[in-house]
């Protein structure tokens, strides 16, 4: 399957972005985004303009951002803001998130959080706080943190694995070629590095990773980095099609239809991935909770 080079969104994917925008205005979706602002929370639904964010509010699940919604890197792919300083961690964040899990009955939680580089420990020990204050008040809910870097202090790793997160998330974002011009101030290797370390930690715990499409890349890379992935212990990946923010960001350089996902899912899984999701408008935290479930059923049979 080759790619397709267009100069504008295609129909196909307009129509895609269109009924998810729709359900944004549901009465479900309008419920908990009612209960997200009475608890004061960002999500990266929002934040991030994800085009999902109508369909996943509508099901009652939303991604709960944490730490803030500044970030202190200037990724030229990402809408979260970066234009002023960041405010300290919330103390009562911890809390306020555990009850949004109570009120809206919350089985799976993502919780997402901008890059903080100002922060000694990158944010661990406040990650640590909210996933064990959410397991406190609701202890059936399956949690996932998708963290930074940590500016490689990995010493700091085993902080927020004590809080027994049932999945922990790093995106990985594109192949190394693209990493100068489309994530400043990361590192490829050291993002391999932290999924090793996380594993080293805990091998039980599951970890998960993306990889965005149409920033320029080719299938050969793409295959080799998700051979890089598999071979640092991921288990889990998504797949999706990179949308500019705006025309000041990162120039979308390819918008690929649903036949070359496929093509890398079935590659994924020959080569040791546990779950794959992948499609134009997959993001790292679209239906995670189906793909835990999936992870965990192929483990059981595995071991039968």
Same mark, same amino acid.
């Given at each position: 399957?080759?790619?397709?080079? &267009?100069?504008?969104?295609?129909?196909?994917?307009?129509?895609m972005?269109?009924?998810?925008?729709? $359900?944004?205005?549901?009465?479900?979706?309008v419920?908990? *985004?009612?209960?997200?602002?009475?608890?004061c929370?960002s999500?990266?639904?929002?934040?991030?303009?994800?085009?999902?964010?109508?369909?996943?509010f509508s099901?009652?699940?939303?991604?709960? &951002?944490?730490?803030?919604? +500044?970030?202190?890197?200037?990724?030229?792919?990402?809408?979260?803001?970066?234009?002023?300083?960041?405010?300290?961690?919330?103390?009562?964040?911890?809390e306020?998130?555990?009850?949004l899990?109570?009120?809206?009955?919350?089985?799976?939680?993502?919780?997402?959080?901008?890059?903080?580089?100002?922060?000694?420990?990158?944010? $661990? =020990?406040?990650?640590?706080e909210?996933?064990?204050?959410?397991?406190?008040?609701?202890?059936a809910? =399956?949690?996932?943190p998708?963290?930074?870097? !940590?500016?490689?202090?990995f010493?700091?790793?085993?902080?927020i694995l004590? $809080?027994e997160? %049932?999945?922990?998330?790093?995106?990985?974002?594109?192949?190394?070629s693209?990493?100068?011009?489309?994530?400043?101030?990361?590192?490829?290797?050291?993002?391999?590095?932290? @999924?090793? %370390?996380?594993?080293?930690?805990?091998? +039980?715990?599951?970890?998960?990773?993306g990889?965005?499409?149409?920033?320029g %890349?080719?299938?050969?890379?793409l =295959? $080799?980095?998700?051979?890089?992935?598999v071979?640092?212990?991921?288990d889990? @990946?998504?797949l999706?099609?990179y949308?500019?923010p705006?025309?000041?960001?990162?120039?979308?350089? %390819?918008?690929?239809?649903?036949?070359?996902?496929?093509e890398?899912?079935?590659?994924?899984?020959?080569?040791?991935?546990k779950?794959? &999701?992948?499609g134009? !408008?997959v993001?790292?935290?679209?239906?995670?909770?189906?793909?835990? *479930?999936?992870?965990?059923?192929?483990?059981?049979?595995?071991?039968?």
């Amino acid at each position: 399957y080759n790619y397709t080079i &267009m100069r504008e969104i295609p129909k196909w994917l307009k129509e895609m972005v269109g009924k998810s925008k729709a $359900a944004y205005y549901t009465q479900d979706a309008v419920k908990i *985004k009612e209960n997200i602002n009475k608890g004061c929370l960002s999500t990266v639904c929002t934040e991030a303009k994800c085009p999902n964010r109508g369909e996943c509010f509508s099901l009652g699940d939303a991604t709960v &951002m944490i730490l803030g919604s +500044v970030c202190t890197r200037s990724c030229k792919f990402c809408a979260v803001n970066k234009a002023c300083k960041p405010l300290p961690p919330e103390s009562d964040e911890p809390e306020r998130v555990a009850d949004l899990t109570k009120e809206q009955n919350i089985k799976y939680l993502v919780l997402t959080m901008p890059t903080r580089d100002d922060l000694p420990d990158g944010g $661990a =020990k406040h990650i640590y706080e909210v996933i064990k204050k959410v397991k406190e008040v609701n202890p059936a809910v =399956k949690v996932e943190p998708l963290i930074s870097d !940590l500016g490689g202090k990995f010493e700091f790793l085993p902080i927020i694995l004590k $809080a027994e997160p %049932e999945v922990l998330a790093h995106n990985i974002e594109t192949v190394p070629s693209l990493y100068q011009a489309v994530r400043t101030g990361a590192n490829y290797k050291r993002s391999l590095n932290l @999924l090793k %370390e996380v594993k080293k930690i805990n091998p +039980v715990v599951y970890t998960k990773s993306g990889i965005m499409l149409g920033l320029g %890349e080719t299938k050969e890379e793409l =295959k $080799a980095t998700m051979q890089d992935l598999v071979d640092s212990g991921c288990d889990l @990946l998504t797949l999706g099609q990179y949308l500019a923010p705006s025309s000041s960001h990162y120039t979308v350089k %390819e918008y690929i239809e649903q036949p070359f996902y496929d093509e890398l899912k079935e590659y994924g899984l020959s080569i040791g991935f546990k779950g794959i &999701m992948a499609g134009p !408008l997959v993001r790292s935290s679209y239906k995670a909770g189906l793909l835990y *479930k999936e992870a965990t059923q192929k483990d059981n049979e595995d071991n039968r």
